[in-house]
């Protein structure tokens, strides 16, 4: 006889869970909508993830209460010496790290800096994807995941960094690693390993700062950020680990839009027609698809004083994870919220967060996503799923990891 399900019986690791994590969402929403979860190790010991928050209303919370809910824990003492383990620790916060009254200082600047970047971007991932289709048009089937929606938004990143077109392949491959990594239950030696990757990856930055012996392209976003930004008050160190945050987040957002975006459309054939129908509906199309399956679907936060979320207390220090997935899903905000609908009015979503850490990268995706799927329709008018897709192990990720489609 199977166990019924209970908060404390829930594990984030679960491949039932990863593969669809809705059903589970919506117990927790009705039952246990603020709830302590664990990660149950090999040994069978637990160890805590933190209280997880699932409706939408509380989820806003987390993410408005800027000065309550903060991504750090309060500072504590510089780590002493000048070994790299006490430089790294002794780093400056990249954006995507800070809180008040830093962030404020810096996110305007770099705001400023990325909507300058990719002003005129479309013509480039028009052509990135014109150029990405001739290549598959030959074959009959293909991985869409790794073939299209996951090359083509790297390359337009790659672009709008400025970043040496031979380095961005390394790049890839240590961001790779770095995400690999953040899944809890994959080896000690891949976690080291995406340890190993980031300090690479932050190197990399540093040295082109210095312009040794390489240098980004005149007028990108990375040297915008060492020239412009530096010269507004973004400290050295800053612009290293917020372009790290950028190599890392910047494309996969898309990627992972892209790859579950197609794979909704092509499971709903009824929408998909629609779609093809009316192409207008592109933009709105993007928008559900974030809503549906937000590609980051957890964030956390750390209460710097006790509180109240909820009916529940909250002491300070406590680490809280904010459920975007399951805030998008709530039928207190979204109407019939499983339906994938490309004509919902999706105002309000989650899909980039919300708050003074709405995802930097937002304006580039709702750039990317609509033309990349827009060429990728009208290439292939037969395009179908033609095999299995697997999906992401870290529940804090939102995506299909393969998509085998035929043509």
Request: proline content about 8%; overall charge negative; glycine content about 8%.
């Amino acid at each position: 006889m199977k166990t019924a399900f209970t908060a404390s019986s829930f594990n984030p690791h679960a491949p039932e869970f990863l593969a669809n994590p809705y059903p589970t969402y919506r117990y927790f929403r009705d039952n246990a909508p603020i709830a302590p979860v664990f990660y149950t190790l090999e040994n069978n010991e637990q160890t805590p993830m933190g209280m997880w928050v699932f409706r939408y209303e509380d989820v806003r919370t987390v993410l408005d209460q800027k000065d309550l809910y903060l991504k750090n824990a309060k500072a504590s003492p510089p780590v002493p010496g000048n070994s790299p383990i006490a430089a790294m620790a002794n780093m400056p916060n990249g954006l995507f790290s800070m809180d008040p009254p830093r962030h404020g200082e810096v996110r305007p600047i770099l705001d400023e800096l990325f909507a300058a970047s990719i002003l005129n971007i479309e013509t480039v991932v028009r052509n990135l994807a014109d150029q990405y289709l001739d290549r598959l048009k030959g074959g009959q089937s293909f991985d869409l995941f790794a073939d299209y929606a996951m090359p083509l938004p790297s390359q337009v990143l790659r672009e709008v960094l400025g970043i040496p077109d031979g380095h961005w392949g390394g790049i890839e491959s240590w961001v790779g690693r770095m995400v690999s990594g953040h899944d809890i239950t994959t080896s000690v030696a891949n976690q080291f390993m995406a340890g190993t990757c980031t300090m690479a990856l932050g190197g990399y930055y540093q040295a082109m700062q210095k312009g040794c012996p390489f240098h980004a392209e005149s007028g990108k976003m990375f040297d915008q950020m060492v020239n412009a930004g530096e010269a507004r008050g973004i400290l050295p160190e800053e612009v290293q680990q917020t372009a790290v945050n950028l190599s890392l987040a910047g494309y996969l957002t898309s990627v992972f839009l892209i790859a579950t975006g197609v794979y909704n459309l092509l499971t709903n054939p009824k929408q998909l027609a629609l779609l093809r129908s009316r192409p207008e509906l592109i933009g709105n199309a993007v928008e559900e698809m974030l809503r549906i399956d937000a590609p980051a679907q957890l964030v956390d936060r750390v209460v710097c004083e006790d509180t109240e979320l909820g009916g529940v207390h909250l002491k300070a220090g406590t680490k809280v994870t904010a459920a975007l997935g399951s805030a998008n899903h709530d039928p207190l905000k979204f109407h019939n919220p499983e339906t994938f609908d490309i004509e919902r009015d999706t105002t309000g979503h989650l899909g980039f967060g919300e708050g003074i850490h709405t995802c930097l990268g937002a304006p580039l995706l709702r750039k990317v996503a609509p033309i990349a799927i827009e060429c990728l329709l009208n290439e292939f008018p037969n395009l179908h799923i033609n095999g299995t897709p697997q999906w992401q192990t870290d529940p804090y990720l939102r995506s299909v990891s393969n998509l085998p489609v035929a043509i």
